[in-house]
Each structure stands twice: as C-alpha cells, then as structure tokens.
C-alpha cells in the first residue's frame, strides 16, 4: 500500500470519528429540545404563558460559564454564538419573537448584532424612526426592540436620542432595558440596548440603570447613597432626563432607594456585563 493510500485511510477514520461526535452532538441537542418542551408544559400547566421567553440573564450565565469551560480549546466567540443561536430557538420554540429595529446608518451591522445574540432566525422588523420601533416592542409580549448607542463619533447620537425618549414614554407599560450588546466584547463595532416585556434579572455581574426626570438629582447624590456609578450620568431630551449607570443589580426593594436624596429616581432595566475573551 502506497503511503498516499496510508494517509487516506488515516483521514477517512478520523472523519468517522467527526461524524460519530457530530451524531452524538446531535442526540444531545434532541435531549436538550425535549427539556425545553418539559418546560413548555410546565408553564401551560401553571398559567405561566404570557409574554416573552427570552431570559437574557440566564444566557449571560450560561455562556459565562462555558466559554470559561472552554479553556480556549473552542474559541469563545464560537461557543457563545453556538448557544446563544441554540437558546433562541429554544426561546422561539416557547414563544413567538420579533425584532423591531430602527434604520440607521449602521442598520446593517446593527441586524448582524442582534442575530449573534439572538440567532438567525429570528424575524427583524425595520422602523423608520426609532421611537416606532421602541414602541412596536412596547405593543407585543413577543417583541424586543434594538436601540443603538452612539460610539463617540456622532452618528448615531440622534438615533440614541430617540430611542431613550421612547423609553421614558412607556416605562409605564412594564417595558424596560434587559441586556447590552455586544455581551461578548470585540464581537461587533455597534453596540446597542435592548428593550422589552422581559424581566431584568441578576446575572452576577450586572449594571443597573435609573433614569430621574427634572435633571436635578446628581451622580454625587447616588455615590453618597452608595451607589457605585459605572460610568458619568448622560443627559436626553434636552436634559430634561438623565440615566444612571450603577454597579450591581438593584433589586426594587433596596433600601438605598428610599433615601430622601432620591425621590424620583425610576429603575428602567440594566444588562448583564459583557465578558472579555482576553481575560477569560
């Protein structure tokens, strides 16, 4: 047998093991689909079915925990993007999901960074301007709307803009911040919040966001209430609003925010923290 013979049978059993590792993948997805149905009936059975199946904070937890498993064996991004497609359709499988994304100059490398996070599949409904799309979330248990961030180079200021003053408009209407993208750092060179019916949950490493309306109270009043500020206070519409970006998950019963200091202030949602691959 020729050694070109030799290499052909050696390539030919390694790609028999790839096919038995791809079949027992595939049987692992099969089990972890037939755990979601479980979950299905048991939130039939309880009443549980209204609104939307997303939890992104059990998804910052999940990927957290096994792009460290990782041990940079599988790229991070990759095992991120895996599961983060594998935990949207398991969350489409639940419920009906739509996008509502506002056009932007960006708006074709914004659609890309909700489909890493949110998967492929998902349906993407554009909007004009962006407080349509704030509020098309705001009218569906099954929507969540995307609102870029400004980077520092102006051009999406005027889309943040409205997108925040959308969002004081409906706070009112159970809707709220949930998660910042990108969550995997250096995955996009958009970032953006996203907003909807979707419970704010701990992560274990999250930032908590207030906004105050009157642009009197201060970031000096949160620190000397013990707040830890993750970045200077922003102003919106015409500084009549100002958001506060605070360390850690602030549940609605903390006592921090009774104090006098800060009557008014409103928790509109926070994110779990994004990972850097090049500390994991």
Not at 250 to 270: F, M, N, P, S
Request: contains cysteine; charged residues 25%.
């Amino acid at each position: 047998m020729s050694r070109r013979d030799d290499s052909s049978g050696d390539l030919d059993d390694v790609r028999r093991e790839i096919d038995a590792i791809d079949d027992a993948i595939l049987d692992l997805l099969k089990r972890r689909f037939a755990v979601v149905e479980k979950v299905k009936e048991i939130k039939g059975l309880s009443g549980d079915t209204r609104g939307i199946a997303l939890r992104p904070a059990r998804e910052a937890q999940v990927v957290r925990r096994l792009v460290a498993a990782s041990q940079g064996v599988v790229p991070g991004a990759t095992v991120a993007k895996l599961w983060f497609e594998l935990m949207a359709a398991a969350s489409r499988f639940q419920s009906p999901i739509t996008i509502h994304l506002p056009q932007s100059a960006r708006r074709l490398e914004h659609q890309d960074l909700i489909r890493f996070h949110a998967g492929a599949e998902l349906p993407v409904v554009e909007h004009r301007q962006a407080a349509d799309a704030v509020r098309a979330a705001a009218g569906s248990p099954g929507g969540i709307g995307l609102c870029p961030l400004d980077e520092g180079d102006g051009t999406l200021s005027g889309v943040e803009e409205d997108c925040m003053r959308a969002l004081f408009g409906v706070l009112d209407r159970n809707v709220k911040i949930v998660a910042r993208l990108p969550f995997v750092a250096g995955t996009s060179t958009v970032a953006a919040l996203v907003v909807g019916q979707v419970p704010f949950d701990p992560s274990g490493d999250d930032v908590s966001l207030f906004a105050a309306e009157g642009g009197e109270l201060t970031d000096e009043a949160l620190a000397a209430a013990g707040f830890v500020s993750v970045a200077p206070s922003k102003a919106y519409a015409g500084g009549d609003w100002r958001v506060f970006s605070v360390a850690g998950y602030v549940a609605d019963d903390d006592a921090r925010l009774t104090d006098a200091g800060l009557e008014g202030l409103r928790r509109i949602g926070g994110y779990a923290t994004a990972i850097d691959l090049g500390e994991t």
